[in-house]
């Protein structure tokens, strides 16, 4: 029918039906954060206001303030009238409970995380992609199938080993395992990557007179920065996120909690200020957000990397 | 001296600091679990000092009304998250490659979003949206006179299951459409062409092309999704708790229940050891699906 | 059957023309070839015509209907593509049933054309096959299977024979040749190789910059190629040029290291034209090589030769510039030598040097 209808008629519609399906998708994808972003700019209690306001009338960063730990006494005094906690034991809760350590300690396992992980892996990935020996696809599904083994099951047993190595209530007793969290994932793709550089490359720098470890820093990591940089990425975002042992190992300190358990010790502590919550999940996510997005095309080609290839 | 390795070797050395960390981590683990799910071990005890009880925390475990009630809830949320996300993540996919370029460059950076946000703050986010009395999901059914007064999503048995498997879908649905962004891009312009030329107008194109090429794409993001949504923990732990009473359990966060809240490690363990042994039937699948997309150099 | 015609067709994507005003008609049963250097237009114009792609402004009619608003689906064209696009996921049989498959053809009727296609091009033996199980040639085979299976008013191919090794290529050529003179369909086929273009055209258009160069038979426009452009493309190796300036007086033309007699057919115009330099261009195939001299050769020296078996290509410096010749092999000047060129005078091309077209003759 479609091939009736006058051409300029034709482009109209499907420029109209393309804005429509964008629009629908964006609502879809956006709409609980936008909503989250809003009640966190709202002042303490309008969050409980009906009607609901989509967008604040009077947007306010007092929230934020409450959650980085900057907030008056008075301040608390003049809104919590009638609440059982008083505002002096009040201020010091919400003080020792900012959100600046658990962001600090995040930033810190997440880094340490990253980095070492992408080194063990683009190791590993090397041997798997590119060197000859035997054995080759099954040590890539050893890997692999430790890496579908859940959290929960070897959640207990990692605990006993940190607490054996005295290492419980520090960050250490959530990088390390965290970096071997990521391992597997990260080899395949940085595998998958190397596996698309011209297999000539280390014949000719052999030719050239370099040694295989000398090939593997100087040709094959600069060109499989792409790769690399994608799958350093994906190891951020999962310690950054990473829930279950961080909230085991942290024992409930706050000054060793990173962002995921650190927002269930604050939602629990403070469960009915969501202007206090919402401001901390919009302070643990905008990072992440702004990093996935500036990466976006590379974190994408990095994630369909292995799944994709016919 | 000069000491000249072979490649073996040097693959065997590149190898190495992977693997122990992966046996460390991962199969040690899987071993102490086993032995830890055969004692009656409390949170602060060495296993070795604990009373041997064979089988015992199994036989609690299968005699359980709870461990059935949250495995059929498991395989349930499994299920329909699974196929909702397909479902969803085929529809993005399917946009983000039909609109225009800029349109489309606009829509990926917007359905990359939820997927960054991790699941305890998902869980969160979805707290407050399902809100019993100022959720804005209630508020918006209320406002178009569907309902008189919201919903307790989280509250009523029935609608809590879906809330879950829904906050489920919004978040995960993301990644699906990534992979299957991916596997569209990678069938080649020429075949659409071919197919236009041929005489398929787009809903035969859709069902005869794009779809069955698009099938080990959904294959291995159906998998990859699975064995993901069986051991969910952080959002049920974040979002409901496991309640109403036990309806949103998962097997994952009763383990994790039995651990840290009730301190019996044996049990927790026993049920962890489930969960390993569904997975491992999921995974085996998987591996050998990804298995074929591995073009290494032998 | 139908020809095609296409009427002032403006492509462009941003402010790059692609196709600049192009009018063309496809006769109906001819094989027409469109060549040209990569980005040329050539495969848009083809895309057009197939309505992959929308036109920025005029026409295109397959037989007497308009068809700009008619998606590809509806046109009844058929095409080939250079990656063959064959659908990986199907068998062979699948692959050309596709397209009858697609117009709703009964069960009965699909099998039976589909074997027959299979019969006509040897495909019978590998139905059941994936594409992935073929052999280059035999996907070949198999695009062009699908796209004769439905027996369309138009053939579209797009570079169909640039994946093939070069003697499968030359085999192929001819037969595709003798299979659209047995099927007598218009078709429209696109490459960059001036030897194939040449070999299968029964008309042939060069086009570059998104312009039609020249239009005509391949011996019309090898012959009297319109400009130097044309002339240097068809025919290989290309053809010879050298500026010269123009004695009108005497009627000659004068090179740097030689000068000869313009051609008589050329003098009225040279006259007419009045500039005083022209460009020369023979073809390397019209270059005599001597070894000694001769009245009106010209010396050269020689810079390499490339025996080619039954023939040698001699490349020679003359007046500055470097020219080619093709000579037989039992001449073997080495290198350094000097050697004598003389050409016949009906074989020389004369271009203005300002437009580079070709002067009008008697």
Redesign the interface.
């Given at each position: 029918m479609s091939a009736k209808l006058s051409h300029r008629y034709r482009t109209q519609y499907t420029y109209l039906m393309q804005t429509v399906v964008t629009i629908l998708i964006a609502v879809f994808c956006l709409t609980p954060m936008f909503y989250i972003l809003s009640t966190s700019l709202k002042p303490r209690g309008a969050e409980y206001m009906i009607p609901l306001e989509l967008w604040p009338s009077k947007p306010t960063l007092q929230a934020y303030r409450a959650v980085l730990g900057i907030v008056e006494e008075a301040e608390l005094a003049s809104e919590s009238k009638g609440s059982m906690v008083l505002p002096a034991d009040q201020a010091r809760i919400v003080k020792s409970l900012s959100f600046v350590t658990p962001l600090r300690n995040s930033l810190i396992v997440s880094s340490a995380v990253a980095a070492f992980s992408l080194l063990i892996s683009s190791l590993s990935a090397y041997a798997i992609a590119r060197l000859r020996f035997r054995y080759k696809i099954q040590s890539l599904i050893f890997l692999q199938l430790g890496a579908m083994i859940p959290i929960a099951v070897t959640i207990a047993p990692t605990f006993m080993l940190m607490r054996s190595l005295g290492l419980l209530r520090t960050l250490l007793a959530m990088i390390i395992p965290n970096i071997f969290y990521n391992v597997p994932m990260s080899t395949w793709l940085i595998a998958c990557y190397f596996a698309e550089l011209p297999f000539d490359l280390e014949d000719a720098a052999k030719v050239d007179g370099y040694k295989p470890i000398q090939i593997f820093w100087k040709v094959i990591i600069p060109l499989a920065a792409p790769g690399l940089f994608s799958a350093g990425v994906f190891a951020f975002l999962g310690s950054w996120g990473e829930f279950m042992l961080a909230s085991a190992v942290s024992m409930g300190i706050p000054a060793v909690q990173t962002v995921p358990a650190a927002m269930l010790n604050f939602s629990v502590q403070f469960r009915y200020e969501w202007t206090w919550i919402s401001a901390a999940i919009i302070l643990s996510v905008a990072l992440v957000a702004f990093m996935t997005l500036v990466f976006q095309r590379w974190v994408i080609r990095g994630l369909t990397a292995g799944a994709v290839k016919y | 001296m000069k000491i000249r390795l072979r490649e073996p070797t040097i693959a065997f050395l590149f190898l190495l600091p992977a693997f122990i960390g992966v046996i460390v981590f991962y199969y040690y683990q899987i071993v102490q679990t086993g032995i830890y799910s055969l004692h009656n071990l409390q949170h602060t005890a060495d296993w070795q000092t604990q009373p041997f009880v064979w089988f015992k925390n199994y036989a609690t475990v299968f005699r359980s009304t709870y461990f059935w009630q949250s495995l059929r809830f498991t395989v349930y949320f499994t299920f329909m998250a699974t196929v909702l996300e397909l479902a969803v993540g085929l529809g993005m996919a399917m946009a983000t490659f039909w609109v225009s370029r800029w349109l489309g460059g606009i829509l990926r950076a917007i359905i990359i979003m939820p997927w960054v946000i991790p699941p305890i703050i998902n869980a969160m986010i979805w707290r407050w949206l399902f809100h019993a009395d100022v959720g804005l999901f209630g508020y918006i059914l209320v406002s178009l006179g569907l309902v008189d007064k919201p919903p307790l999503f989280l509250t009523e048995p029935m609608l809590a299951v879906h809330s879950v498997i829904f906050a489920d879908v919004w978040k995960n649905s993301s990644i699906m459409a990534i992979f299957l962004l991916g596997g569209l891009a990678a069938i080649p312009a020429d075949i659409y062409d071919a197919a236009k030329v041929d005489g398929a107008r787009s809903w035969f194109r859709f069902r005869k092309v794009t779809l069955p090429m698009l099938l080990p794409t959904i294959l291995v993001a159906l998998l990859f999704r699975g064995i993901d949504a069986l051991r969910t923990f952080d959002l049920i732990y974040g979002l409901t708790g496991g309640g109403p009473g036990t309806v949103t359990e998962t097997l994952s966060s009763f383990a994790y229940k039995y651990y840290f809240t009730y301190g019996k490690f044996g049990l927790g363990s026993a049920y962890a050891i489930v969960v390993f042994a569904i997975i491992v039937g999921l995974a085996a699948v998987y591996l050998s699906r990804i298995r074929r997309n591995m073009r290494f150099k032998e | 059957m139908a020809g095609v015609r296409v009427e002032g067709l403006l492509k462009k994507f941003g402010n790059v023309t692609a196709l600049d005003h192009v009018s063309l008609e496809f006769e109906d049963g001819q094989l027409t070839v469109l060549v040209g250097p990569s980005g040329c237009g050539k495969t848009t114009l083809l895309?057009i015509i197939?309505?992959?792609e929308?036109a920025t402004g005029g026409s295109v009619f397959i037989g007497h209907e308009a068809v700009?608003?008619?998606?590809?689906?509806?046109?009844n064209?058929?095409?080939v593509?250079?990656?063959y696009?064959l659908?990986?996921?199907?068998t062979v049989f699948d692959n050309i049933a596709?397209?009858l498959?697609?117009?709703k053809i009964s069960k009965a009727e699909v099998k039976q054309r589909v074997e027959q296609t299979a019969a006509l091009l040897g495909l019978s033996e590998l139905l059941q096959r994936k594409p992935r199980q073929l052999s280059g040639g035999q996907m070949q085979r198999v695009a062009l299977g699908?796209a004769i299976v439905?027996k369309p008013e138009v053939f579209?191919m797009d570079e169909p024979l640039s994946n093939l090794d070069a003697k499968l290529r030359v085999e192929m050529r001819a037969e595709l040749k003798r299979l659209q003179k047995d099927l007598g369909v218009t078709t429209i086929y696109v490459t960059h190789d001036q030897a194939e273009a040449m070999t299968m055209a029964d008309k042939l258009v060069v086009m570059r910059g998104g312009v039609i160069q020249q239009m005509g038979e391949p011996e019309e426009v090898y012959s009297h190629p319109r400009n130097t452009f044309v002339g240097g493309f068809i025919g290989s190796p290309a053809m010879n040029f050298i500026r010269c300036s123009v004695d009108c007086a005497e009627a000659e033309l004068h090179a740097p290291d030689f000068q000869c007699k313009a051609p008589s057919r050329f003098v009225e115009a040279l006259r007419r034209r009045g500039k005083d330099s022209v460009i020369l261009g023979v073809r390397p195939e019209d270059l005599k090589v001597l070894a000694s001299f001769e009245e009106g050769a010209v010396p050269a020296t020689v810079y390499i030769s490339e025996p080619m078996g039954k023939e040698m290509l001699l490349t020679v410096e003359v007046g500055g510039a470097l020219a080619k010749a093709i000579t037989p092999t039992n001449v073997r000047p080495r290198i350094g030598e000097t050697v004598w060129l003389t050409f016949d005078e009906a074989c020389v091309h004369l271009f203005d040097s300002e437009t580079d077209e070709a002067l009008p003759t008697e």
């Open positions: - | - | 895309r197939a309505g992959l929308d700009n608003q008619v998606p590809p689906w509806e046109r064209i058929a095409m593509f250079q990656s696009a659908y990986p996921h199907m596709f397209p498959r697609a117009r699908r439905r579209l």
